[in-house]
């Protein structure tokens, strides 16, 4: 054996052993890379004592667009949507407190308002004034209540398969948390699949060390998921955004997916019956997390909306 086949071997029998024996440091090193491939940058920033992690690529001088995950989701929920939006904005991806790498203090408050006030701590504190911003489910009942409290701060807002608001049609996720059911958070492996096909129209595959390392993750957090959980759905249900919509100023695009188990297709409709500039697209065959489901179809909807704010504004 020569010296470089040698080596070669040795290189391959050590990432087999480090795959096995360090599961979740591989599944990290492997995220970094696909974050380079796809051309964001992992960074971290100090705001009032808390480090907040956050995906960055695109040109430093671009319009900033801020992306925002959802429940039980993170920064990497993004990178394969964003990279279709990075060749003309300043595309930032944050974790947000509670989820991902950041910050889970068990007695804080994770309803809306409060994560408004933490998300405007984190946009002083990157120096960033006015800014596009975007979400999907819980990022995007975020993004709606930023919009409503500091309307000057936004360029424009969008909106994927978003919580927040209700309609006179309920959802599977919506009848089971009236039963006392919590379909989002998981204590077993079982319930981590039932999940997972809950979320998508079609499965989505995930290889095994992928897949273990988030259902390990889920569950060692169920707790405290389930705390946030139940907070924001009683404060959806309670005092839903609806009334709010029509002071919404900022061009607004809604993106929805047809086959929404989680939050129904119909809230798409009051979205678009109620804020005044709105651009709305439905897609076929997809499930709640349209930037997965059709990451490069519904990144070419969001950024020909950017275009045409652009091309408005000179």
Known sequence: MTAIAFAAVV?????VIFRFVYPKQFVGLLLLAVRRILGFRTKLIDVDGNDWPYLEGGPESGEVLILLHGFGGDKDNWPLYARHLRRGYRVIVPDLPGFGDNARQ????????????RLLAFVDAMGIDRFHIGGNSMGGYLALVFTLEYPARILSLALLDSAGVVSDTKSELQ??????????????????????????????????VIKQTLCDDLIAHQPFLDAIF????EAIESQPLNDQLHTI?????????????????????????????????????????????RAAESAAVHFDFLSTIRAATL
């Open 230 to 233: 139940w907070s924001i759905s």
């Open 106 to 117: 068990p007695n804080a408050d994770y309803r809306m308002p409060a994560q408004a006030e």
């Open 249 to 293: 100023s900022a061009p607004t695009l809604i993106i929805w997916g047809r086959h929404d188990r989680l939050i129904d297709v119909s809230c798409s409709d009051v979205l678009k019956t109620s804020i005044p500039n709105n651009h709305c697209v439905v897609f076929e065959e997809t499930g709640h997390v349209p930037m997965l489901e």
């Open 175 to 208: 009848i089971a948390t009236e039963k006392g059911e919590s379909l989002l958070t998981v204590s077993t492996r079982e319930e981590f699949d039932r999940l997972m096909k809950f979320l998508v129209y079609r499965p989505m595959p995930l290889p095994g």
């Open 11 to 15: 290189l391959i029998a050590a990432i």
